[in-house]
């Protein structure tokens, strides 16, 4: 047992009860006050949600009528959001709002402490925030109409979300950062233009009705479940995969050759430029050779300035897809792809032009069936180069031409949008499929600054 006097095991050279020691303690300290906050929050808002009920005659009434204006499909978030509505916006028949009318009835029995954050949240206004990038502990979000920044750490209310994400909702001060107060529905990045938007045409129609235009906030808290229902459609608007009939059946193709003289056929295939290349790794001093027949793709990447190929260093790099393998060892040739043009080319270069040559014989076939969303066409994309990569580098560059060609087709569909706003739109979606993904690459070869996620 290490003595309060002992040198700090850490070996920093301090005394343990002047090191870790009281690190410890001040950790158990922050955690008890976070555990306390959290706990206030949670007896406040029963207590608020229990005046209301009451209010509303008891049972199931307001539970019924907080969730009611609320799009079903919503789902769990519907409870919450009703919540938030029903405590914070909604004006009752008195024309009062849920929390005001509970600090006026029984605010006077609450401690200072309790009545304090009873009347924060009375002040409280609502806003649509985006986040804009990460911190230490959590993440800066970013009011999309004042462009004030807050941090809001990592607890009971926050976890990890996809970069640029977007909610309308209440932010509560939380020790020296901030926390979200009530329920936030989190979406996409393009939820942010059509919320400014909604909100702009709603100040125009209070404008012309009550002759004086009325703050985002104000319009935000008259109209909430209407934008939260907005927010939900928008969401929802990515395509997705609903019924076979939006997929189609993909064919793995296994071939199995015997060969007397796999050496003759590597040599021969090899010959061939740029069509067969020899696979990376492959030693063909170890009685293995692996040829993908590959499609180039020089020409996605050619298009970019000079400046941006020499920053990605692309001259060291050769990029391509491989469409199908052909490896060969003692016991014969084995080809495999899915089923393409190119491969089909493959398979009657070997069984007719080269068969008598190199003495092929086909053996087996095998054939299995996927399906896979229409439109999407199976590539594996390989790289050669001498530089040392990580597997993460890898990956990233053998990601950039497929990323440059769907940025092509976002600019030729939306003329009107910057190159930021997809590439934000793009970083948001793969995160939700692979939260390791990076675009950073994306960014230099477009000349964009590098996103405030990475590293």
Known sequence: MIGRNDPCPCGSGKKYKQCCLMKQSEDQAEQIKVQRFFERKWKLTNDLHSFLDEKHGGGWMLDHQKMEPFDPSIDHFREGLGSVWAFFFRKYENGKRGIDWFLEEGGRRYSAEDREMLERWSAMKVSCYQIVGPYEQGVVIEDVWSG???????????????????????????????????????????????????????????????????????????????????????????????????????????????????????????????????????????????????????????????????????????????????????????????????LEATLELLESRMASAVGLSRVNEHQETHRFPKGVILKETTILTEKDLSEQEIVAYSSLPQFLQWFQLEQEENPGETAETLVRRKEYEQYRINPNTSLKLLRVALGLPESPFVG
């Open 148 to 342: 004030e920044r807050y941090r809001m750490p990592y607890c009971e209310t926050m976890v990890k979300l996809p970069p640029w994400s977007v909610a309308v909702g209440m932010i509560e001060p939380y020790f020296e950062n901030w926390c979200i107060h009530g329920a936030f529905m989190w979406c996409g990045p393009d939820t942010k233009p059509a919320v400014m938007a909604l909100v702009q045409q709603l100040q125009k129609e209070a404008l012309q009705a009550l002759g004086r235009e009325l703050p985002p906030a104000d319009i935000i808290a008259d109209h909430y479940p209407d934008i939260i229902n907005m927010c939900h459609r928008n969401n929802r608007n990515e395509k997705r995969v609903s019924s076979p009939k939006d997929t189609q059946e993909q064919v793995f193709l296994t071939r199995v050759y015997t060969c007397s003289n796999t050496e003759l056929l590597a040599e021969t295939l090899l010959q061939i430029e740029d069509e067969y290349l020899l696979a990376p790794g492959t030693d063909p001093a170890e009685g293995r050779i692996v040829i993908s027949r590959a499609e180039r793709l020089d020409h996605i990447l050619d298009a970019l300035p000079a400046d941006r190929r020499a920053q990605l260093g692309l001259d060291d790099i050769l990029i391509f897809n491989s469409l199908g393998n052909i490896e060969m060892d003692t016991k014969g040739v084995t080809v495999s792809g899915w089923w393409s043009n190119e």
